[in-house]
C-alpha cells in the first residue's frame, strides 16, 4: 500500500466520515471529499460552521472512506488521521465553485466569499481495513504522508 492506493481509495469513495474534537467531545459528520492527489486530500465547509471552528482550534481530525459491499465481509474502509489547514488560495476557490457549482448559490458565489473555507489534510497517516483485520489491527501497514 502507498499513498497512490490511498488517493484512488479516497477518489473513488468520496462520501466519508469526518471526525474533530470539541474539547474532550468527538464530533463526527458526513463528509464529502472534493479530491485528493498527491498533496494531500481536500475539503470544504463555511465558516459559520462548527466543523470549521473546531479545526481552527485544533487541525487535528479522522476521516474514514468505505467502500460499501452487499457482503458484509468484503466492506473496505480507509482511516486516515492526520492534520488540515485552511486554504486561501483564490485560483483553487474558484476551481472549486467550478466543479461544484451547486455552492455558488451558498453566500456570495464568488471565489473571495469570506464565508468559503477550503482545507486540506496536508499530513498525517492512512491505513486500509477489511474484516479480515478485525483482531489484528496493530498489525495493519500504515502509510504515512
Known amino acids: 500500500m502507498d499513498l497512490k492506493d490511498c488517493i484512488e481509495f479516497a477518489n473513488k469513495n468520496p462520501v466519508c466520515y469526518l471526525a474533530t474534537a470539541d474539547g474532550d467531545q468527538p464530533r463526527v459528520r458526513g463528509f464529502l471529499l472534493w479530491y485528493a492527489d498527491e498533496n494531500g486530500f481536500y475539503f470544504h465547509t463555511g465558516v459559520t460552521k462548527k466543523v470549521y471552528k ?6 487535528k481530525l479522522e476521516v474514514c472512506f468505505i467502500a460499501p459491499s452487499q457482503n458484509q465481509a468484503e466492506v473496505k474502509m480507509m482511516r486516515l488521521a492526520g492534520k488540515a489547514k485552511f486554504l486561501e488560495d483564490i485560483t483553487l476557490k474558484a476551481r472549486l465553485l467550478e466543479e461544484r457549482p451547486f455552492l455558488k448559490a ?6 473571495d466569499d469570506p464565508l468559503l473555507a477550503v482545507f486540506q489534510i496536508y499530513t498525517g497517516e492512512a491505513h486500509f481495513w477489511k474484516m479480515e483485520n478485525n483482531m489484528r489491527e496493530s498489525e495493519i501497514e ?4
Open 54 to 59: 473546531q479545526l481552527k482550534k485544533n487541525p
Open 106 to 111: 451558498i453566500g456570495t458565489g464568488k471565489p
Open 142 to 145: 500504515r502509510t504515512k504522508f
